[in-house]
């Protein structure tokens, strides 16, 4: 099925900034779309998202030219191609940028028509996203991930901690990881209204973070599980994010609410001091992105138990994964679209980290829009792991719900792990 046209146009995304939706129509009428996220903390080995920078439109964060790379040079190289060859189409999308990062066209135009592409095939095959893309073979359902407290960039430093999150540990179904999160979310709403911090909500939906220390979140979060019904560490896991190449400054991490100052030895002392204290079940970004020296001495001592999960160590890139599999850097990869900057390559990421026997954690972005394409990415691949912010806001919920959608479709074909797809790549969490 040949592809018939390809345009563009700038919409807005969940922080009310523009991004690229790119449309394809297939020559028998069937159309896709794309449309691309946009994160705010992000690594600097990231695929290059093109804004125009012109502070009179937008605060220069407008992406016309993005679209004009699509409506021009993008369509007259893609149009007339095989539909149904992701790869061959991905393949020539990278070539015609020509840059290692795609800052010529910009990921996000790019991103925008392989997207598009993805879910023009699945339309005129007449299946499910998730069904196109895994070719029938995916079935699992992913555990979520999901955030009570956001900090970091998301919430403009507030505390510099960037996910307090809790994961269902004893959930046998999808729809009882949910309830779980439910619970927790709006006990934790209760908790701190009853402290008198309720002050509203961050980037991706979790409570703004009313707090003075970091470790003081840990407090509260504890305090909304226990709330809810269930016991921390047993029910409810805790997992961070720590977003620490943001906290990294001049060879040293600052923890800037509290006036803190360490050394990369002295960082990770902290955070296995957490570990032994909190019930932490998973721990992403705990160093900086170029700290590999920091990252080895993290994974040997709690890789076998706990998930450690590379964001901005590995940005979806597969040479940077490879090297940090060959490195024994971490267990777990960060899997984000716009990282990378076309379907072909992530799916090819998230290939790579299951054949060295670490676990993809489907991910959003902080800047989301109403598309649920991430939710197929996680069951195609049978990732088994889903992380897209918080229990409230649409652009969030869209994809929560869009998994519930999908195991109905699936019915009797659909799995749920849960937790136990730690201890099914060796993990071994602590018993509490």
């Not at 563009?8 to 991004?19: C, E, K, N, V, Y």
């Not at 690594?43 to 012109?54: C, F, N, Q, V, Y």
Request: contains cysteine; aromatic residues 6%; charged residues 25%.
């Amino acid at each position: 099925m040949k592809i018939q046209s390809v345009h563009a146009l700038q919409i807005f995304d969940s922080r009310g900034h523009p991004t690229v939706e790119a449309i394809v129509e297939l020559e028998n009428g069937v159309r896709g779309r794309g449309l691309v996220p946009s994160g705010a903390s992000t690594g600097s080995h990231e695929a290059i998202e093109l804004r125009d920078g012109d502070p009179a439109r937008f605060r220069g964060k407008s992406v016309f030219r993005a679209v004009a790379h699509v409506d021009g040079e993008i369509a007259r190289a893609v149009v007339g191609r095989d539909a149904f060859d992701q790869a061959a189409i991905d393949d020539r999308l990278v070539r015609l940028d020509g840059t290692s990062d795609k800052s010529r066209l910009g990921a996000n135009a790019l991103l925008g028509v392989s997207m598009a592409v993805a879910q023009a095939t699945a339309a005129a095959r007449a299946v499910p996203l998730y069904e196109s893309l895994g070719g029938g073979a995916g079935t699992l359902l992913p555990l979520p991930e999901i955030q009570i407290f956001g900090g970091g960039k998301h919430a403009h430093g507030r505390i510099d901690i960037q996910d307090f999150m809790v994961m269902a540990l004893r959930a046998r179904t999808y729809e009882e990881a949910l309830e779980v999160t439910f619970n927790v979310y709006h006990a934790a709403a209760d908790v701190m209204r009853g402290r008198g911090g309720l002050a509203g909500v961050a980037d991706e939906g979790g409570y703004w973070p009313n707090f003075d220390r970091n470790e003081d979140v840990f407090e509260a979060l504890l305090a909304a599980i226990v709330q809810a019904g269930y016991t921390p560490g047993r029910e409810v896991g805790l997992s961070l994010d720590i977003a620490a190449t943001d906290l990294f400054r001049e060879g040293h991490y600052e923890l800037g609410r509290e006036k803190r100052r360490f050394t990369s030895e002295q960082f990770s002392a902290l955070l296995l001091g957490w570990m032994e204290k909190y019930p932490i079940v998973s721990i992403e970004d705990p160093m900086a992105e170029d700290d590999w020296d920091g990252w080895r001495r993290m994974n040997v001592a709690i890789g076998r138990r706990c998930q450690l999960i590379g964001d901005d160590h590995f940005t979806t890139n597969l040479a940077r994964i490879d090297r940090g599999i060959a490195a024994g850097t971490a267990n777990a990869v960060l899997i984000k679209l716009n990282q990378i900057g076309t379907v072909t390559e992530t799916l090819r990421a998230i290939r790579r980290t299951q054949a060295a026997g670490w676990l993809p954690v489907v991910s959003a972005r902080s800047g989301e829009t109403e598309d649920a394409f991430i939710a197929h990415l996680a069951v195609a691949t049978n990732a088994g792991q889903l992380k897209v912010g918080s229990f409230s806001r649409s652009e969030r919920m869209a994809k929560w719900n869009e998994v519930l959608r999908i195991h109905q479709h699936l019915g009797a074909r659909a799995r749920f792990v849960g937790a136990g797809i730690f201890s099914e790549h060796g993990i071994t969490l602590p018993s509490r």
